[in-house]
């Protein structure tokens, strides 16, 4: 299909990213307030991509917005372009020496605020001039970010990766049990499934790899709660387990100090294999880092010690 006469103006980048945020958006307007401009001025200059294009590529549905068959095909070619004009701006700043721009990282909540702090001291030291943006979610959450990218990296549990995500360990971790002081008999720091039986579990939100984690390894042991309370932070938990509402599973991370200080007993279940899992960090397939998130990946594997690609020899 030719293209209609002025179709490189028109494929400038503001239009080009519009159309993939409608998309990943659902809506013009959302589109147009994530470029920083009016949904006027939105609506026409995707009036002009689909005039260059000559193929109509955004529809309505109901109150939202969409793509047609052959705005997708734009957009996963968009994708592509916006991603290779990010990273030749980015090696034309390395090249200048003065690393600069925005570095986007997802986190879920273990990770995030027990692990990757430590990570960005390292990192703000070595490249100051890189500004770093985090956000904090669930591990299902931070997979659907990198997959979206709508981020740059992320740092997540066991989680199931959607397509275009890879993931490889940087940290291994492990789950224990929290309690009361003094609310669960313990025997050498671990309890039997039926010593906890008439508890409640305090849970995280579905979508949470300490969940799944945990859930995992009870049910292997045997144990059934009485009741199932769902919060959505470790904090919420810690919380609710020192008022006394229950036992909860978390990071040894996340506790070590409240045990350390008798605020909170700490203890593995009876007859049941340790709770360990892996920590991941996930980035786009088939896409070379760009100069901000091979810096971050050299200081990840400087400060834990661990070996993922990406890192120098």
């Not at 991509?49 to 549905?61: M, T």
């Not at 904090?136 to 990198?146: D, E, K, L, N």
């Not at 990218?149 to 492990?174: K, T």
């Not at 609310?183 to 305090?202: E, F, I, M, N």
Request: proline share 5%; hydrophobic share 40%; with cysteine.
């Amino acid at each position: 299909m030719p293209f209609s006469p002025g179709i490189v103006d028109a494929l400038d980048p503001t239009r080009l990213r519009l159309l993939v945020d409608v998309g990943r958006r659902g809506s013009i307007s959302a589109a147009a307030e994530a470029s920083r401009m009016g949904q006027p001025s939105a609506t026409k200059h995707l009036q002009t991509l689909e005039a260059a294009v000559g193929e109509k590529l955004v529809e309505r549905r109901g109150r939202a917005s969409g793509l047609t068959e052959a705005g997708e095909v734009v957009a996963a070619h968009a994708t592509r372009v916006l991603d290779e004009l990010e990273a030749m701006q980015e090696q034309l700043q390395a090249l200048g020496r003065a690393e600069r721009g925005t570095l986007s990282l997802a986190a879920s909540t273990t990770p995030g605020s027990y692990v990757l702090p430590s990570i960005l001291q390292c990192f703000a030291e070595r490249h100051p001039n890189v500004n770093v943006d985090v956000v904090i979610g669930s591990s299902a959450w931070v997979a659907s970010q990198v997959a979206r990218r709508e981020v740059s990296l992320g740092l997540a549990g066991e989680v199931e990766l959607p397509e275009g995500v890879i993931a490889e360990p940087f940290l291994d971790d492990e789950l224990i049990g929290v309690t009361a002081p003094g609310s669960v008999r313990l025997r050498r720091g671990r309890a039997r499934p039926a010593d906890l039986a008439g508890k409640t579990l305090l849970v995280r939100e579905y979508g949470s790899s300490t969940r799944a984690v945990a859930e995992r390894y009870l049910a292997r042991a045997g144990y059934q709660p009485a009741k199932r309370w769902e919060l959505d932070s470790n904090e919420a938990i810690k919380r609710s387990v020192r008022a006394g509402l229950g036992v909860g599973f978390v990071s040894t991370l996340v506790v070590e100090e409240e045990i350390a200080r008798g605020e909170l007993d700490g203890f593995r279940v009876e007859g049941a294999e340790a709770m360990r899992r892996s920590v991941f960090l996930l980035r786009p397939d088939g896409r070379d880092p760009t100069p901000s998130e091979r810096a971050f990946i050299e200081t990840l594997c400087s400060c834990c010690g661990v070996s993922v690609a990406g890192c120098t020899a």
